[in-house]
């Protein structure tokens, strides 16, 4: 019985049946309090375990976020997919074709499967290199998000580098941003505008 309910049977002022029904009260309001809490657990718990762990999912965010960027700067830049900053460096086109490639190689290293695939020839229409561009990084984040922790520190060879699969997707995913920032710079150079920072 709380300290309150003792004062109030002390002076008298509740009957014994208004004391029992008071503390019956009590009783459902705390019942009341740890079903909503259990409740609430319990439809978390699915929740959470159908996200990806830890740095999986984080790596998994990341790459969404490149494929937006990267697809978004392939539409506003299609007209100019020939246009490079001097000789003998990579053409707009021909960086948006290198994610492509390192999406499908990274993707392979990541799920064991050898790409036995022919060199694609570059892809020069802008549609087509938009959808090659989302499909590369949806299949990348697909793998990504089905390792487990265990699988991250796989070695694995990439480049000719000796790596944890985890290594690997870091390293992309951090020489994609370094061609993020490419891409960027070519656009601007170009008078178009980023459409993320309209």
Not at 2 to 19: D, Y
Not at 108 to 119: D, I
Request: proline content about 5%.
């Amino acid at each position: 019985m709380s300290l309150f309910l003792q004062r109030l049977v002390l002076l008298g002022i509740l009957s014994g049946e208004q004391q029992h029904r008071l503390e019956e009260f009590h009783m459902k309001k705390i019942l009341t309090h740890y079903v909503v809490c259990t409740l609430a657990v319990a439809l978390m718990v699915p929740l959470a375990q159908a996200q990806p762990a830890g740095i999986q999912a984080a790596f998994g965010k990341d790459v969404g976020t490149l494929s937006d960027k990267f697809t978004g700067l392939a539409r506003v830049m299609s007209g100019k997919y020939d246009w490079k900053p001097g000789q003998g460096v990579r053409s707009v086109g021909d960086v948006f074709n290198l994610i492509v490639k390192e999406n499908g190689l990274l993707a392979s290293v990541l799920s064991g499967t050898p790409n036995t695939e022919a060199k694609p020839a570059p892809i020069t229409d802008p549609e087509k290199l938009q959808e090659a561009l989302k499909a590369s990084y949806a299949n990348l984040q697909k793998a990504i998000t089905a390792l487990s922790d265990s699988d991250l520190q796989t070695p694995v060879k990439l480049f000719g580098h000796d790596l944890t699969k985890q290594g690997a997707v870091m390293l992309l995913l951090e020489d994609q941003h370094e061609h993020l920032g490419q891409s960027i710079a070519y656009a601007r150079s170009n008078g178009v505008v980023p459409p993320w920072s309209k």
